[in-house]
């Protein structure tokens, strides 16, 4: 049986309790979705599909099943992450450079925090962690905003 948002939100909470890990995460997680989003935009595949819409697409399948809201969101944010990689195009890095830049120290980053929650990151125990950390942080927005789940 399929998990809901709710049992996602509770498993992956259980490896960020720690208030200097969470930081890092709402650092680190939205420079990670905006480094693979930029790496993958750079694959064609045919006319304006590239790895990016293909990725976001099949990702989006993962999402909708769990909450229709939660994937509006997520959607958002990946046009938002899009659109940025239009950004790192006027940098005098390769856009690839740039994304494989930011995407190592993010990731060294959220090593870090997890040394100091003194806990896995949750992804080691099962990939779909992966997608559930961007909603997970969208999940305090979507609160913050008093927008119900899911």
Request: proline share 5%; aromatic share 16%.
């Amino acid at each position: 049986m399929a998990k809901t948002l709710e049992q996602w939100f509770t498993e992956y909470s259980e490896s960020h309790r720690n208030p200097i890990n969470k930081l890092v995460h709402w650092i680190c997680v939205p420079v990670i979705f905006f480094s693979i989003v930029s790496l993958l935009s750079l694959i064609p595949i045919y006319g304006k599909l590239n790895g990016a819409v293909l990725a976001m697409s099949l990702a989006t399948m993962f999402y909708i099943r769990l909450s229709i809201k939660l994937t509006i969101g997520i959607i958002l944010f990946f046009i938002l992450c899009y659109c940025g990689t239009l950004v790192l195009e006027q940098f005098f890095l390769p856009v690839w450079l740039s994304a494989f830049i930011l995407f190592s120290l993010a990731w060294i980053g959220q090593f870090w925090g997890h040394h100091i929650e003194g806990k896995k990151p949750s992804f080691l125990k099962d990939l779909q962690f992966l997608l559930i950390g961007p909603a997970w942080l969208l999940g305090f927005i979507y609160n913050h905003l008093n927008i119900k789940l899911p």
